[in-house]
Nanobody, 117 residues
């Protein structure tokens, strides 16, 4: 059974930092692209960052230079380091895996990030 569990969310003041973690079980992380997404109230879920199985990274323009995605395949964990947080970053953050054959997507349950002004 596949499980993705996010942690590290919380309440932080604008300008602060948080590090989110997503630990996977039931999948081989090294063959999966891992993504972080977020969904703010009343808005659609959007891509934040991706770390591919080939160690390439992609970021949404809104977080470039502030967020860093990394992965530790030995620990089956992907991280999202978030610096210089802004109130607009307030959302539920989800991790998603994409990979295997045939390729399948799995989602975590999400972790709340709230940035106060």
């Amino acid at each position: 059974q596949v499980s993705l569990v996010e942690s590290g969310g919380g309440l932080v003041q604008a300008g602060g930092s948080l590090r989110l973690s997503c630990t996977a079980s039931g999948i081989l992380l090294s063959i999966n692209d891992m993504g972080w997404y977020r969904q703010a109230p009343g808005k659609q879920r959007e891509l934040v960052a991706i770390a591919t199985s080939g160690a390439r990274t992609t970021y949404a323009d809104s977080v470039k230079g502030r967020f860093t995605v990394s992965r530790d395949d030995a620990k089956s964990t992907v991280y999202l380091q978030m610096n210089s947080l802004e109130p607009a970053d307030t959302a539920i953050y989800y991790c998603k895996s994409h990979g295997g054959w045939p390729p399948r997507d799995y989602w975590g349950q999400g972790t709340q990030v709230t940035v106060s002004s």
